[in-house]
Structure formats: C-alpha cells, structure tokens
C-alpha cells in the first residue's frame, strides 16, 4: 500500500551526525514535496526542510541552514536528510511527510543524542 | 519569515461541543494553510488544505475557513476521537517554505 517508510531509530553522540532515509512505496515521489519534520519530546512540530524531487531543488528552515542536508534518489524514490554537529538538544522524532499540505508521513525515527 | 500563532493553546471541552480553534499568520498567506491532529504516540493526520478543504476520509464535522491571515478549524460536535492537538500549518511551494504553528491541545472537560 501507499507508505514512506524511515529508517530505524538511532542513538548519537554529540557533536556526530545522523543520515535518516525515507523511501515512498505505492505513491508519486518526484512531484511532490518531501518535508522532514521533527518532534522534541513533549513540544510541537518543527519543519527542517524539504526538497522537490522531479527539479531537485531542497530548501531549509533558516534555523538549520548550514547542519542539514537533504537530498533525494529519484531512481530508488527514497529521500535522506543529513544532520550534523548534533546535540542533546537534537534528541526528536524525526519525520518525513509527503506535499505541502502532506497527506503520506513516515512513522517517524526517534534520534536519541546522549553521550 | 511567517509566523503562526494558535489560539488557545489548550481548551477543555465536553463530548458534543462545538469546539474553534484560530490560527494567525504574521502576513498574508492566502489560502495556503492545513490543519493537522495528532494524537499521543502518533503520526500527524492531515485534516484540512488549502484552508477549507476536508481530506478525503475525514469526518464532515472538521471544517476549515478563513484566507489571508486568520483561519479557523472548527469541530461541530465533539466526539471521543476528537481529543488531540490540532497543529495549523502554512505553506509555500516555492520556493519551499513550511510553518507550523504551536498547537491547540483540546482535552476531556
């Protein structure tokens, strides 16, 4: 069935990065939006970027401009994000979500930075 | 950058209840705006897009209106279910460029 499936939940150190992928089953990939989206525990959701697949043009939150990467694999449909010089602070569930009003979201990946 | 602002951040309600919760943009989006529930230990839901359009398989009871910076998601009669947090969101396609606010919390009264 239609479905973004992430990557497994990992645990950093600080100052380390992190890479997740999402990878889309049974949806269109390219056309659309792929936003990452993270969840402190307890807090709101916070938008960290996205990228449009078909132009491969990725745009970022200006709080993570230059820690974050995102890219995606047209040919495997599957996107990644990149974050790096991680901190406590860093510690969220992390989601990938389809569209701009995104109707198709991952089942998050929890990050855990602890040293 | 747009800021959103939701209003209340919490409310206490009762099965029934018509139940509002308002979002402010900082400048004029449009209708670029969803609404989102999300429950404990769950993934986002989308409800509403392009400010008043119900996604398909959501209740007629959810309604979204408002254009330019005041929205409004509206609950008509409140069931079980319905106790989550609403996120409103604001969108821009390009360049890309998403907003979200900070949530309403609607508990059992």
């Known amino acids: 069935q239609a479905q973004l499936a992430q990557s497994g939940a990992e645990v950093k150190k600080p100052g380390s990065s992190v890479k997740l992928s999402c990878k889309a089953s049974?949806?269109?990939?390219?056309?659309?939006?792929i936003n990452w989206v993270r969840q402190a525990p307890g807090q709101g959701l916070e938008w960290m970027g996205g990228i449009i697949p078909i132009v491969d043009a990725a745009a970022y939150a200006q709080k993570f401009q230059g820690r974050v990467t995102i890219t995606a694999d047209k040919s495997t449909t599957t996107a990644y994000m990149e974050l790096r010089s991680l901190t406590s602070e860093d510690t969220a569930v992390y989601y990938c979500?389809?569209?701009?009003?995104?109707?198709?979201w991952g089942q998050g990946t929890l990050v855990t930075v602890s040293s | 950058a747009i800021q959103l602002t939701q209003s209340p951040s919490s409310l206490s309600a009762s099965v029934g209840d018509r139940v509002t919760v308002t979002c402010r943009a900082s400048q004029d989006i449009g209708n670029s705006l969803a609404w989102y529930q999300q429950k404990p230990g769950r993934v986002p839901k989308l409800l509403i897009y392009?400010?008043?359009g119900l996604e398909s398989g959501v209740p007629s009871r959810f309604s979204g209106s408002g254009s330019g910076t005041d929205f409004t998601l509206t609950i008509s009669s409140l069931q079980p279910e319905d106790f989550a947090t609403y996120y409103c969101q604001q969108f821009n396609s390009y360049p890309l460029l998403v907003t979200f606010g900070g949530g309403t919390k609607v508990e059992i009264k």
């Open positions: 979500a389809r569209g701009t009003s995104s109707d198709y």
């Open positions: 392009d400010a008043s």
């Open positions: 049974g949806l269109t990939f390219s056309s659309y939006a």
